[in-house]
């Protein structure tokens, strides 16, 4: 089977500016989550999409925002960017809840 | 503390020798999982325990949890350089007053010496 993917890998954004982020889960996976890591914060959740809803959110704001297709793909979006919102973005699915999750490679994103 | 907090925050070792992890979190579990982190690339999965288990082992890997104590520990044995990581617990809490809760550590960092 084919790991989760994301897409880009690398970004580098201006502040103020709007960024989309793309994540494919493993094949049969519904639930696809996200999650922010930064040298200060650690591991943060954002949100989980589970059959195209949104099961639960962490505790950002609302520029922080994600949908979830009819496939599972998911793509969060981050607008109007700021300067610390520079982070490793980690996309990661799973089976459904209770099961262990499995992450993508991460996108990088530079906000200058 | 927050939930879901490592100690040692960092860990120096031998190669050949064992290493020991430690986690405590502060509610309820459905299960606790350990991850691996390379240099901040994703997150391998290592092993999932769920709450009514009190040890797993999956290679040189051995967890276990103590609910009693809210704690678990992951101990790797005989550990090669190529384990040299981030090490992450992460508790799924299910759903708490209408909130899911899955928390991630702060990460043990375990270098080992070739």
């Known amino acids: 089977k084919a790991g989760v993917t994301q897409t880009p890998r690398y970004l580098i954004k201006t502040r103020g500016q709007q960024v989309t982020l793309s994540c494919s889960p493993i094949?049969?996976?519904?639930?696809v989550s996200w999650y922010q890591q930064t040298p200060g914060q650690g591991l943060q959740f954002l949100f989980e999409?589970?059959?195209?809803?949104?099961?639960n959110k962490g505790n950002f704001p609302g520029r922080f925002s994600g949908r979830q297709f009819s496939n599972s793909r998911s793509e969060m979006n981050v607008s109007t960017l700021e300067l610390g919102d520079s982070a490793l973005y980690l996309c990661?699915?799973?089976?459904?809840?209770?099961?262990?999750?499995?992450f993508g490679p991460g996108t990088r994103l530079t906000v200058t | 503390s927050q939930q879901g907090e490592e100690d040692p925050q960092a860990l120096s070792i031998q190669e050949g020798e064992n290493a020991t992890m430690n986690c405590s979190y502060k509610?309820?579990?459905?299960?606790l999982q350990w991850y691996r982190q390379n240099s901040g690339r994703g997150l391998v999965h290592l092993i999932l325990?769920?709450?009514?288990?009190r040890e797993k082992h999956s290679g040189r890997l051995r967890v276990t949890l103590d609910t009693s104590k809210k704690s678990s520990s992951l101990l790797i044995t005989a550990s090669r350089a190529a384990d040299t990581a981030s090490y992450f617990c992460?508790?799924?809490?299910?759903?708490?007053?209408?909130?899911?809760?899955?928390?991630f550590g702060t990460g043990t960092r375990l270098k080992v010496l070739a």
């Open positions: 990661a699915s799973r089976y459904g809840q209770g099961y262990e999750q499995y």
């Open positions: 094949s049969g996976h519904r639930s």
């Open positions: 999409y589970f059959s195209e809803t949104q099961r």
């Open positions: 509610t309820s579990i459905n299960n």
């Open positions: 325990i769920r709450s009514n288990e």
């Open positions: 992460a508790t799924d809490g299910g759903f708490t007053s209408g909130t899911y809760k899955y928390i």
